[in-house]
């Protein structure tokens, strides 16, 4: 049976992750009595209600933000030429393979009391003082939007190339203006990719901890802060729980939501999709809205009589002229922070400066010369190394089993697997930590292994799902007629060609573990210092060069992991053309 084969990914699921995350609910719900009275506890008290609407606020306006600026940056990339696109999507999502408290690190570094904007703008006689950009709402949204901005462009991406432009055409041809042939033909059908940016950015939004932590002040605290400070305060396990499952339950509103088909294929069979978002007070207009389109007919026909054969002309330079700054600012705004951060490292001075008045590597001296960077930053690939091994073989034995089992059965096991990576992180973090506090393990590094790779999991799964669907099971029909049995099949035929996704799976697996920071604050009680955490604790107590360094390096890794990509991608290609070369006579 090819479900079996996910046994021990689910086996690691439920004994970390799913069990306690049970246990929590039923104690939020003080069973066995089961009532409600922690809920009412939590909902009087004034000061948690701001909190949970704040933290929804600001999820909200965030994600709105990301819309905005996304949508049409997506929008652009995709009407460029192919090798300007390929470009812009590296571009994209270079940003977010970089870890993401060294870009919050970095918006400190620009909009501090001295940094980069205040120096300038003192420097150019625009101000007398330094203004306070940063410990407040407008820096948390700032750091937020840079943070999730490629979780917004990038659904819309894989969802927009895959649109035929000749629609587009044809509603132009037909009369149609550019903005109605975009909004009544090209935006209905690029809807899923604009729903799983919504969901993604929201979700990812209201556990966030770090960047409301290092660029908020007091009144810009989330929901995630106040659960944080209940574990660390040793407080009771409802006292944990209650917000947590509040968090969670806004999670499951937005994903009954959002989760439905908003791209127009749920209406009856043998109907049109319907996509239309005009309220129903509207439909009572419909009679006069029909009279008013016939009588505007006739003009509608003329105009486009007259401008059918009319070239683009000034008006058309003008629109490419304007896409292109957008997305040259869009690019500027997720790629800027890092640049200053990796120029700002090189500096020769005690402190920060942007530009740098002198050159130097003294920092990333004083970073290979300090053991307690050097032994974080070991533990980090050890740990990484560790999860990426572990979560790879069990998530693509999950996902090569899953690939074969009735839809039915999929479905909600596929929903099992990717709830760690769907819920909030803050949420997550507190039921592995409930779980391995049950197992003893808390502190260890075993125990992190293991709370890193409930979401590593999720990655490996879903990389290797992907490219298990375009794979062609007739391949290993063909290797079993010649007799051979299926671990030589799969070993033989089908890992070669499905060895770019499980690479890609371990690559983002390995990355899950060496950016975790949350989580394994909880985990390891600062009794093991991971490079992210040495980090944290040294940008929370002053604002060191040498995390500038460091920053530097962690910005330049992506750029190496897409490179290994590449190589496992282009070796599997050459595997797969001199697989099925055919020999002549």
Wanted: glycine share 8%; net charge positive.
């Amino acid at each position: 049976m090819p479900i079996l084969l996910s046994v021990p990914a689910f086996a690691i699921l439920l004994a970390v992750y799913a069990i306690p995350i049970v246990e929590l609910f039923l104690a939020s719900l003080d069973a066995p009595s089961f009532s409600l009275a922690h809920y009412r506890e939590f909902f009087a008290e004034g000061a948690n209600i701001t909190v949970l609407f704040q933290t929804i606020e600001i999820s909200a306006v965030a994600t709105a933000i990301c819309v905005i600026i996304g949508y049409p940056t997506a929008y652009l990339i995709v009407a460029a030429s192919k090798r300007l696109r390929i470009v812009l999507i590296v571009l994209v999502f270079i940003p977010w393979l970089t870890n993401g408290l060294v870009r919050t690190y970095a918006w400190v570094v620009i909009l501090g009391d001295r940094g980069l904007l205040n120096n300038l703008m003192l420097e150019l006689g625009l101000i007398s003082s330094p203004l306070h950009l940063v410990y407040n709402r407008m820096a948390v949204y700032i750091g937020m939007v840079h943070i999730m901005l490629p979780a917004m462009i990038l659904p819309l991406l894989s969802v927009m190339l895959g649109i035929d432009k000749s629609l587009v055409a044809a509603a132009r041809s037909m009369g149609a203006r550019p903005f109605v042939a975009f909004w009544r033909v090209f935006l209905p059908l690029s809807l899923p990719g604009l729903r799983s940016g919504l969901l993604l950015t929201f979700i990812f939004c209201l556990g966030f901890y770090i960047t409301p932590a290092t660029l908020g002040g007091l009144n810009d605290a989330m929901l995630s802060t106040f659960i944080v400070s209940q574990v660390e305060a040793v407080g009771s396990v409802a006292s944990v729980a209650v917000p947590s499952f509040v968090l969670l339950a806004v999670t499951i509103v937005v994903l009954s939501v959002l989760g439905l088909d908003l791209s127009g294929n749920q209406g009856r069979e043998g109907q049109p999709a319907q996509t239309s978002f005009r309220p129903s007070w509207l439909l009572s207009f419909g009679p006069l809205i029909r009279y008013l389109s016939e009588l505007a007919a006739s003009h509608r026909a003329k105009r486009w009589t007259a401008e059918r054969y009319k070239a683009g002309g000034n008006s058309r330079r003008s629109a490419k002229t304007v896409g292109g700054v957008w997305v040259a600012l869009a690019i500027f705004f997720l790629l800027f922070p890092g640049f200053v951060v990796m120029i700002m490292s090189f500096s020769d001075k005690p402190y920060l400066e942007f530009p740098p008045s002198g050159l130097s590597l003294q920092w990333y001296r004083s970073f290979f010369n300090d053991p307690s960077w050097i032994g974080a930053f070991w533990t980090s690939v050890q740990l990484g190394i560790w999860v990426a091994v572990l979560s790879t073989i069990v998530g693509t034995l999950a996902a090569y089993g899953l690939s074969r089992t009735h839809p039915r059965v999929r479905r909600p096991l596929t929903m099992v697997i990717l709830s760690p990576i769907t819920f909030p992180s803050i949420v997550v973090g507190v039921s592995v930590y409930q779980g391995l506090f049950a197992l003893g393990m808390i502190g260890t590094q075993s125990g992190i292994i293991l709370a890193h790779t409930v979401g590593a999991i999720g990655s490996v799964f879903i990389i290797v799902s992907a490219t298990l669907a375009n794979f062609d099971r007739r391949l290993e029909q063909a290797a079993q007629s010649m007799r051979a049995g299926p671990l030589r099949t799969f070993m033989r035929v089908t890992l070669p060609l499905i060895r770019p996704g499980v690479i890609g799976g371990a690559v983002f697996a390995f990355l899950h573990s060496f950016d975790e920071l949350v989580i394994t604050s909880l985990i390891s009680v600062f009794s093991i210092r991971t490079l992210p955490l040495k980090m944290w604790e040294d940008i929370r107590n002053q604002i060191d060069p040498t995390i500038a360094a460091v920053g530097s390096m962690l910005t330049v890794l992506p750029v190496l992991w897409l490179i290994v990509l590449y190589v496992g991608w282009w070796r599997s290609r050459l595997t797969a053309q001199s697989g099925v070369s055919v020999p002549t006579t």
